[in-house]
């Protein structure tokens, strides 16, 4: 039967769910009704709690418009990466699960979609839409230090890690 893990009234949603690897948490993007405000159950932005709906904690505010995929889970289980933003101003932001804080390892314009982490979780891929209507695949470290093209240019398309 199925379970509502998280019920936090009328004023908040709670969406775009992911496993952690280990599968003993689920990040969640919760978007609320009544933006500016911060009612019990708040704030808007990136969450994870216990995979039984338990110990619901934020990861880091944002008001999630634009958030069209899950965040997506680093395969050690420490970091997430999201995409958030509208249309041509997207980003994709990593952020330690634990503590921390948020680090854009984009920064540059375009729509980004398909995260895919390496499986030693020292790097991601994404791809990005410019302006020209051209998918390009990025590589970058968590840390924001290092994002440049993947492939040479004129290659373009989607990239997924393999394990």
Known sequence: DPVNLTNNGENWEDYHPAWSP????????RGGSLFGEDPEGGPAGLWVMDADGEDQRLVTAFEPFG???????????RYLAYVTGIEEEQ???????????PVNVSNLPGEKRAISWSPD????????????????????LPDGS??????????????????
């Open 121 to 140: 979780s020292k790097a991601l891929i994404f791809t990005n839409d410019d302006e020209e209507d051209e998918l390009s695949v990025y590589i970058a």
């Open 22 to 29: 280990d599968g003993e948490a689920i990040a969640f993007y």
């Open 67 to 77: 958030v069209f995929d899950a965040p997506a889970w680093s395969p050690n289980g």
């Open 91 to 101: 980003d994709v932001w990593v952020v330690p699960v634990g503590d921390g804080e």
């Open 146 to 163: 290092d994002t440049h093209p993947l492939l040479s240019e004129g290659r373009y398309g989607y990239g997924d890690w393999s394990p």
